[in-house]
């Protein structure tokens, strides 16, 4: 017999309860994260090989290897860029470790993040921050700021706040600058002249207000003043309404449903707006999902009429996966989830598999024929980021319903 009133039993029965306490809690979170880890779901090997070109093409100061091709001997100077699209990709390595539950290429993206903000993001009067796209890299007469590349940045950027990586005040420039290029409808204009210091009504830039609308979603969640949720509700709204009457003609706006998803998903909307909403992107979804190729003898099975361009179906997959959380119908959702099934896949089929350009996805689903254009077989950045955001995506809905 032992007495556990005596302080040398009672001490060591003490620290031996709260190490079976702690061991405890460390199965448990061991057996949750085993059952998140993504290793065993579909897309994982894909989604690693394109990460890891994304992380290849990363230089030494931050900026991407803007293009590759697949024939290694084929080399371009990197001086064509593109700053939003910089900020996409740096999105997509962020969606990896979210949803990939992989810290790898943290280091990286911060790296890159930074790179980003020192040469692109300046400021503009007192309170806001633009995004500037330089003439000497995309091809333009003078400096502007697209707000497009504004929203898209604020997406890449906020998670970095809370780790102490970027200055709130920058976020809330970018903020600020797409306060001040959205009208009273709730349009978003494209750009700001940083040459006769004006913004710029004519021009037209159809998916700036659905990339405005995401970004200041992000940037509510970081910094939750009424004005930036208020802004991009006013954007979303304005979108559905003036597109509700396309029918079949209606863009298909993959930003747009993400801040929709966002919305839906932290209940930010009155019944009314949600209903607005949720049809509009129902809308969209219909249109698209009608032009998939599914027959399984067609050799474009997943790609879609007309439709053959790996970017521009990651956007695609990027856009129905948000749909699917948009909407209460769930048939659409069986729909949307066969859609995505079979784009994937297809996606999969056209990505490089081995070689120095491993993990890339070249312009054209035809590169592998022969024959096809030059242009066919050059990897952008782009098509890479949003191709696996895709992926990620769709990897999500497949862990969250388990069908897999």
């Not at 004519?202 to 970081?222: F, H, K, Q, R, V």
């Not at 769930?330 to 490089?352: A, E, H, P, R, T």
Request: one cysteine or more; a neutral charge; glycine letters at 6%.
């Amino acid at each position: 017999m032992f007495d556990i009133s005596s302080p040398t039993v009672y001490i060591p029965l003490i620290f031996l309860t709260l190490v079976a306490i702690f061991v405890s809690i460390l199965y448990k979170d061991a057996k949750r994260n085993a059952k998140e880890d993504t290793k065993d779901l579909p897309y994982y090997n894909e989604i690693s090989l394109s990460m890891n070109y994304i992380d290849r093409n990363i230089l030494e100061d931050g900026r991407f290897q803007y293009r590759r091709n697949i024939d290694s001997d084929i080399n371009y100077e990197n001086t064509t860029y593109n700053s939003l699209r910089h900020a996409g990709t740096l999105y997509s390595m962020y969606m990896y470790e979210q949803y990939g539950l992989v810290q790898k290429y943290k280091e990286a993206r911060i790296k890159s993040s930074k790179y980003f903000v020192e040469r692109y993001v300046k400021k503009l009067g007192s309170n806001k921050y633009v995004v500037i796209s330089l003439p000497e890299e995309e091809n333009i007469k003078f400096p502007i700021a697209k707000s497009g590349a504004a929203g898209v940045a604020l997406c890449a950027l906020s998670n970095l706040y809370k780790e102490n990586e970027i200055e709130l005040e920058i976020l809330q420039g970018l903020g600020e600058f797409l306060l001040y290029v959205q009208n009273e409808e709730g349009n978003v204009y494209a750009y700001y002249d940083l040459k006769s210091k004006a913004i710029n009504k004519e021009a037209e830039a159809l998916y700036y207000p659905g990339e405005a609308a995401a970004g200041l979603m992000y940037l509510y969640e970081i910094d939750p003043q009424q004005k930036w949720l208020d802004a991009a509700k006013k954007a979303l709204l304005y979108i559905a309404n003036t597109r509700k009457d396309l029918s079949l003609d209606m863009p298909f706006d993959h930003w747009s449903v993400l801040a929709i998803e966002k919305l839906f998903k932290a209940n930010l909307v009155t019944p009314e707006e949600k209903s607005l909403l949720r049809n509009y992107a129902e809308q969209m979804a219909i249109p698209m999902l009608s032009n998939q190729i599914t027959n399984v003898n067609n050799s474009y099975f997943g790609a879609f009429k007309d439709n053959i361009r790996p970017c521009s179906l990651g956007t695609i997959m990027e856009g129905l996966s948000s749909v699917y959380f948009c909407t209460d119908n769930d048939n659409l959702k069986k729909i949307i989830y066969k859609s995505l099934s079979i784009g994937c896949m297809f996606l999969s089929k056209v990505q490089v598999k081995t070689g120095e350009q491993a993990g890339g996805l070249p312009n054209s689903a035809n590169w592998v024929k022969p024959g096809v254009t030059p242009n066919a077989s050059v990897i952008r950045i782009d098509n890479v980021q949003h191709v696996v955001t895709g992926w990620l995506k769709f990897q999500n809905i497949i862990k969250i319903t388990g069908n897999y």
